[in-house]
C-alpha cells in the first residue's frame, strides 16, 4: 500500500480481472479528472499480467495503490474488500467505485466528488435525463433498462439506474451499509448496496452520465449474471437495517 494512503480524502477502488489493455488509460484519466484521489486496483489474479501492470503504475506513480486477491470471487467481492481496505484510513472523507474499462466518464467525477458534499451517496446514471449509453446492441440495452425497472418496481425505489456501479459515497454511509451483510457477488451488488443506502435514509442524488461499451477486451456480464438479481430481489425487499449514522 502507498505510503500517501491516509493521506487522500477521496479513495476511487477500481477492480479488475484481464484489464492490462485498459488499465493504463483508465487510471491517467481518472487522475487528470482528479489529481488529488487516490486510486486503488483490486485485482482478482488476472491471468493476463494486469496485476503486474498495476504493481508497474503503483511504482511509478504514489496515487495509485493494488490490493491483490488470489482469485476472482465476483464484483461484489472484490469491492467489499476494497471498501474495508479503503475504510481502514481514517483519512478518507469519500469513497468512489468505477469499471476499469473506461466505459465510466472519468470526467464525471469532478461532479460526482461536488454532489457528495450534500449527499451521501451519487450515482453516475444512464437513465435520468442528460443520461444515455453508447454502442450498446440491443440485448445489452434491454437487460439493463429490464433489470433497472425490474429492481425499482420490487424494492419500491426513486432511482432509476439500479444497476450502476459508478459511484460516490459518503465514508459515514458506506460504514453503516457495511454494517450489514453484503450478500450479492456479481453485478446485483451494485442495487443491494443502492437499495441498503436508501432504506438507511441516504441522501441519493443521480448525476447523468454517458456509458460507453468498453473499445478493448470482453464484458464480463454473463446471462447467469443478470439472472442472480431474479432471485435475490425479493429478498432484499423484507429485509431489515439500523438507522444510518449522520455525518454533518
Not at 53 to 78: N, T, Y
Not at 169 to 178: A, G, N, P, Q
Not at 232 to 239: E, F, H, K, N, S
Amino acid at each position: 500500500m502507498s505510503d500517501n494512503f491516509s493521506a487522500k480524502e477521496i479513495v476511487i477502488c477500481l477492480p479488475t480481472y484481464n484489464e492490462r489493455e485498459n488499465l493504463r488509460q483508465t487510471a491517467a484519466a481518472i487522475l487528470t479528472a482528479v489529481p488529488r484521489v487516490l486510486i486503488l486496483i483490486i485485482d482478482d489474479n488476472s491471468p493476463d499480467g494486469t496485476g503486474c501492470i498495476a504493481d508497474q503504475m503503483a511504482c511509478e506513480d504514489r496515487r495509485i495503490s493494488v490490493l491483490h486477491r488470489a482469485r476472482k470471487q465476483g464484483l461484489g467481492r472484490a469491492y467489499l474488500d476494497g471498501f474495508r481496505t479503503v475504510l481502514k484510513q481514517p483519512h478518507v472523507r469519500l469513497i468512489g467505485q468505477m469499471d476499469a474499462d473506461l466505459s465510466h466518464p472519468p470526467d464525471r467525477l469532478p461532479a460526482m466528488i461536488h454532489a457528495a458534499e450534500f449527499s451521501d451517496l451519487v450515482i453516475g446514471s444512464r437513465y435520468v435525463p442528460g443520461g444515455g449509453t453508447r454502442n450498446w446492441n440491443f440485448y445489452r440495452k434491454f437487460i439493463s433498462r429490464f433489470g433497472s425497472l425490474y429492481a425499482r418496481a420490487w424494492l419500491g425505489m426513486p432511482v432509476r439506474d439500479l444497476t450502476g456501479g459508478f459511484k460516490i459515497w459518503r465514508r459515514s454511509l458506506l460504514e453503516t451499509v457495511l454494517e450489514h451483510p453484503v450478500n450479492a457477488g456479481g453485478y446485483v451488488f451494485q442495487v443491494e448496496t443502492s437499495f441498503l443506502a436508501f432504506r438507511l435514509g441516504a441522501r441519493i442524488t443521480e448525476l447523468p452520465i454517458l456509458f460507453t461499451d468498453r473499445n478493448v477486451g470482453k464484458s464480463k456480464m454473463t446471462a447467469d449474471i443478470a439472472l442472480e438479481a431474479f432471485w435475490r430481489l425479493p429478498a432484499m425487499r423484507v429485509r431489515k437495517v439500523r438507522k444510518v449514522r449522520s455525518e454533518k
